[in-house]
């Protein structure tokens, strides 16, 4: 009887192991929030510039406290390789993005950071490109798939295949309203979407300069004063 209790409890142990773990490999495949909506934890950006505010990480510049340069706010949880990224936003003025697989420019200071940009504005023709902060520039516009290569110079040869109009795909921004972006990075492939529009695919086949994991960051940019602010921010990550 002794033996048949104690083979029961193994089995039981068994299970709930096993359990366990299916478990814990389920949440690896899942969307985790990474904003709680009330503080900044787990995000570090200049206090003079970042805030929550209204349940949104909130940055802005004033005539009186400007940036000098492009500054970001920068996710503490992990340098994400391949991942689905999640969130939405609002911008009065100016321009911002969303840095994923980035790396920090400086030294003397954390919030400068270069890398992929998912890009957006106030205005009417960068949101949804994406752009090399610091990085090599535009990488591919609206309404292009472009593939990023070197020739045998080691020059960087860019080669775009049209999908869409830039002008009938910025039509899904709305202005100085919460717009959903998403990103999806696989290997060297890079796929952002506006409110379910896809705006650009980027592939970066540059040994040389890709980047395989990097830095998660929120970009307030320099110049005219602007505020832009980000809300139910959902990270999934590959196994």
Partial sequence: MYRSRELMNISLIA???????????AKDNEFVTIFDGKTLEGWDGDPKFWRVEDG??????????PTRG????????????????????KIEGGNSGIQYRSFRKSK??????GGYQAD????DTYSGICYGEAFRGILSHRGQKTTLSLDD???LVRKAE???ESAE???????????AYRIVARGYEFTQYINGVKTTVLIDNDEKARRAKGLLALQLHAGPPMKVQFRNIRLKQAN
């Fill in 56 to 65: 949104a990480i909130t940055g802005q510049t004033t005539k009186e406290n």
């Fill in 162 to 164: 049209k999908f869409g």
């Fill in 120 to 123: 957006f504005e106030a205005g």
């Fill in 108 to 113: 003397t200071d954390p919030w400068r950071i």
């Fill in 15 to 25: 299970v709930a192991i096993t359990f366990a773990l299916s478990t814990a490999l």
């Fill in 169 to 179: 795909i910025g039509k899904a921004v709305k202005k100085g309203e919460w717009n």
């Fill in 153 to 155: 110079k080691g020059k």
């Fill in 70 to 89: 492009n500054t970001f706010i920068v996710w503490k949880g992990g340098e994400p390789a391949d991942f689905e990224l999640e969130l939405e936003y």
